[in-house]
């Protein structure tokens, strides 16, 4: 029942920070749609099996991911031109653009939630010497679940950590969910799970996703 209000919430949402390496396609790999990144599901950070479910659109792409104590993981790809939920102005700069998506997922997105009571902003930095420029941030988010149906009879503050990067076309969000305030310890764990990716993925491997998946 956690597991299922933590995703419906989490739907209403890199210094040392590299340019993703290639990486040879093994059975330990999960292969993303239209192959952007592999992610290697035997990484340290993963506690045992993960369970991985995706959703998109026609310019967003959002995988989620559970391990076997429950760690919730996600990483986005958004487009980062012509993209609706954005709405960028042409030549925006990359730090300019990075912000935006992340005001997408603590503004915009969280507002169409009835249960979020609402989202804090807790801390924020840009790693302006990596390559790519990559945006760090933490916020708090409050939940009420009483304000509507058919939500789990869950409430209380969750804190969910943001890595924002772009790469050619595409924003990557990498995003993961802690039950306390502690910085270090969420850019540990998103710095892990950009350790346990790779660009582009050798192959499509959808098979390894519960549920429908995404078409591509």
């Known amino acids: 029942m956690q597991r299922a209000f933590l995703l419906a ?28 990144y592999a992610l290697n599901m035997e ?3 993963f506690r045992g099996k993960l369970t991985i479910e995706e959703a998109c659109d026609s310019h967003n792409i959002s995988t989620t991911l559970w391990d076997e104590e ?11 031109e012509g993209n609706p939920s954005l709405n960028s102005p042409p030549f925006i700069s990359d730090a300019a653009l990075l912000q935006l998506a992340l005001d997408t997922y ?6 169409s939630s009835p249960v979020v009571a609402s989202i804090s902003p807790l801390y924020q930095h840009t790693y302006h010497n990596s390559v790519p420029l990559t945006l760090f941030a933490v916020v708090k988010l409050s939940v009420n679940s009483e304000a509507a149906k058919g939500f789990p009879p869950v409430s209380g503050d ?7 990067f772009r790469q050619g076309g595409s924003i990557f969000v990498l995003q993961h969910r802690q039950p306390y ?29 519960k549920g429908k998946g995404c078409p591509f």
């Open 106 to 111: 603590t503004k915009d997105r969280s507002s």
């Open 181 to 209: 305030y502690q910085v270090d310890k969420m850019e540990r764990v998103l710095k892990a799970m950009l350790d346990a990716m790779s660009s582009p993925a050798e192959k499509r491997t959808k098979h390894r996703v």
């Open 70 to 80: 429950n760690q919730f993981f996600r990483i986005d790809v958004l487009a980062a």
């Open 43 to 45: 990484h340290p950070l």
């Open 9 to 36: 919430v989490s739907l209403i949402w890199l210094a040392g920070c590299q340019l993703l390496p290639n990486q040879k396609a093994d059975k330990h790999l999960y292969g993303a749609p239209q192959q952007l």
């Open 158 to 164: 969750y804190y969910y950590g943001f890595l924002l």
